[in-house]
């Protein structure tokens, strides 16, 4: 039902920089409506990581970043580290769907 | 520091109702400004939103689920539920409440997360 789509998998060594994707369409992401990402470390509820598109909030280490393009979002992990080494979800609102959040499919990272 | 709880029976049966609770603690929730969440993820996949509402009641719900979601608020226990009807094994998941954050719904992002509550469907 996810109508924001994410890679399964990324992989990096340490030290290097990962992005994921997430693709939307005109009446989410591209309607000008916000994306939040997520980290969800194994075991653990989700923790919001990124909001408002660039945003992070206090405590969130400056090596995640995120950006927004047409109907489309990236999430940037630079100088990667095995604590890294989660699930990650982009959210947004979808007009179409009556006032309804939309996650992304998810991605693993996986610190090699 | 806002903290949510999630509580209910970790076990139900084919075509019963699912209910689960949601105490919040370190904020009120009449006081207002926020909306209040359930989310859940079936085991091994991804995340889906299942409602919000506000400590007026007003609600939005998931298109899918909505014609077996019921979330209420309980202002003065500082609490609000779930109610899912008519389960299969389809609605085995972990489930999660979340405070919402956002100007408007359009803006809505979860902030504040419970530990999450894994409910079986199973006879």
């Known amino acids: 039902q996810s109508v924001l789509t994410q890679p399964p998998s990324v992989s990096g060594a340490p030290g290097q920089r990962v992005t994921i994707s997430c693709t939307g369409s005109s009446s989410n992401i591209g309607a000008g409506y916000d994306v939040h990402w997520y980290q969800q470390l194994p075991g653990t509820a989700p923790k919001l990581l990124i909001y408002?598109?660039?945003n992070r909030p206090s405590g969130v280490p400056d090596r995640f970043s995120g950006s927004k393009s047409g109907t489309s979002a990236s999430l940037a992990i630079t100088g990667l580290q095995a604590e890294d080494e989660a699930d990650y979800y982009c959210?947004?609102?979808?007009?179409?769907?009556?006032?309804?959040?939309?996650f992304g499919t998810g991605t693993k990272v996986t610190v090699l | 520091q806002v903290q949510l709880q999630e509580s209910g029976p970790g076990l139900v049966k084919p075509s019963q109702t699912l209910s689960l609770t949601c105490t919040v603690s370190?904020?009120?929730?009449?006081?207002?400004?926020?909306?209040w969440s359930w989310i859940r993820q079936h085991p091994g996949k991804g995340l889906e939103w299942i409602g919000y509402?506000?400590?007026?009641?007003?609600?939005y719900y998931n298109p899918s689920l909505k014609s077996r979601v019921t979330i209420s608020v309980d202002t003065s226990k500082n609490q609000f539920s779930l109610k899912l009807s008519s389960v299969t094994a389809a609605d085995t998941a972990v489930y999660y409440c979340?405070?919402?954050?956002?100007?408007?719904?359009?803006?809505?992002?979860?902030?504040?997360w419970g530990q999450g509550t894994l409910v079986t469907v199973s006879s």
């Open positions: 979340a405070r919402v954050e956002g100007a408007s719904i359009a803006a809505a992002l979860f902030d504040y």
């Open positions: 509402i506000y400590y007026s009641g007003s609600t």
């Open positions: 408002g598109n660039s």
């Open positions: 370190g904020g009120s929730i009449s006081s207002g400004g926020y909306y």
């Open positions: 959210q947004s609102y979808d007009s179409s769907l009556s006032g309804s959040s939309v």
